[in-house]
């Protein structure tokens, strides 16, 4: 019993270390965009870039919202990713990504109407 509890206990402590953002949903939501954004390290501080993205009025997703967001961290550390302004339900969005200090910032972003 103590050895199903301890495994818990890490397993919740690895999830809340990752630098990965999920909002909303894409299940059965088509993926409007795909990007890889990579930064290099600055020395002695923390990096700071923002992206931005904003769903093109194309027929195929007019008059269509944000309906899921992923940022993924490939650098599995201390990173994060945070949206600051739009997102779900919204047609743009602003992500502001931190790394951790010494590191390079590489997410793999998807965004779902």
């Known amino acids: 019993m103590h050895i199903y509890s301890l495994a818990i206990v890490l397993a919740v402590v690895v999830v809340s270390e990752c630098g990965h953002t999920f909002l ?19 020395v002695l501080v ?5 992206f931005n993205f904003t769903l093109p009025s194309v027929p195929g997703v007019y008059n269509r919202s944000i309906q899921g967001i992923l940022a993924y961290d490939l650098t599995n550390s201390g990173a994060s990713a945070n949206v600051t302004q739009g997102g779900l339900g919204h047609n743009f969005v602003n992500i502001r990504m931190k790394s ?5 910032i590489h997410y793999d972003i998807y965004i779902y109407a």
């Open 24 to 42: 909303g949903t894409s299940v059965l939501r088509p993926l409007v965009f795909h990007k890889e954004v990579r930064y290099p390290a600055k």
């Open 46 to 50: 923390k990096r700071i870039e923002n």
């Open 100 to 104: 951790d200090r010494y590191k390079e």
